[in-house]
């Protein structure tokens, strides 16, 4: 059937408003990378200087080894970790030593070291396995996303640095918890003459396409940390939108 004139007009007036927010919602911005899985219908838009690590370096004898993020005592959160399958692991090059030391010359003709850290930073996108956990703790659990996300705040060492809490990310709801400190290693595979050093981790959960998923980020630098926590996210064909938009602040020394 043939349009008439007027209809044509304003079909293409409809279809020209359409294209920018597909555009929008589709196209990476500057120095992004872009990730998808069809079958979780999801799509990331990650920095660019970030580079995917085999998901087996975050995992030891089936368990979560991510520090800051594991190694809580709690046997609830050891049981639910256990289940956690990583979809994506991406990671900051390291180049050089990951400590540099800087002689330099004092009022008093002496000589002081400054040491500087390299900056770490790290995503895990994992999926909770339900059929890995008892039926018994699956049925009776009402509180799966909160104790994922705020496995970061029951790390030895680390202490939350905001009230965990709700928000949305366009229609999606997604709970969020944030901790600062210096964690101990739960990688038993891990050196522990390093130096302590302080971290920055967030906890992202949420109930997608009956999918549980949960965001790890962290970092030894609280700028990269916000930077990297900015990577957006595609749930189904809504907008891409920024995981967490807000910046996030240090604790009080």
């Known amino acids: 059937m043939a349009l008439s004139f007027p209809t044509r007009i304003f079909a293409t007036a409809i279809l020209a408003a359409a294209l920018p927010l597909a555009s929008i919602a589709q196209t990476p911005a500057p120095n992004t990378t872009e990730w998808e899985n069809e079958g979780l219908a999801l799509r990331l838009f990650y920095p660019s200087d970030l580079v995917k690590a085999d998901p087996e370096k975050v995992l030891h004898d089936d368990r979560l080894t991510l520090l800051g993020v ?4 709690d046997p609830k959160l050891a049981e639910e970790t256990r289940c956690l399958r990583p979809r994506l692991v991406l990671e900051l090059p ?6 540099t030391t800087k002689p330099q010359p004092t009022s008093d003709g002496g000589t002081q070291v400054t040491a500087a850290t390299a900056i770490t930073a790290s ?3 994992a999926e909770l396995d339900i059929d890995c956990l008892n039926s018994d703790h699956v049925s009776t659990s009402t509180t799966l996303l909160p104790d994922m996300a705020e496995l970061v705040n029951k790390v030895p060492g680390m202490k939350s640095i905001v009230q965990p809490a709700w928000y949305n990310v366009g229609w999606q709801k997604v709970h969020m918890a944030a901790a600062q400190g210096q964690p101990s290693s739960s990688d038993p595979t891990s050196s522990q003459s390093a130096p302590p050093q302080t971290l920055y ?3 992202l959960s949420t109930n997608w396409n009956n ?3 949960v965001w790890y980020f962290s970092s030894n630098n609280i700028d990269t940390l916000n930077r990297i926590t900015k990577t957006t996210v595609r ?6 939108a920024p995981l967490y938009p807000n910046p996030m602040g240090t604790a009080a020394p």
């Not at 594991?70 to 005592?73: D, E, K, S, V």
């Not at 749930?235 to 891409?240: E, H």
């Open 70 to 73: 594991t190694g809580a005592p």
């Open 94 to 99: 390291q180049s050089g030593q990951a400590q």
């Open 123 to 125: 995503i895990l996108l």
């Open 201 to 203: 981790t967030m906890g």
């Open 211 to 213: 999918h549980l998923l």
């Open 235 to 240: 749930f189904g064909r809504a907008q891409a």
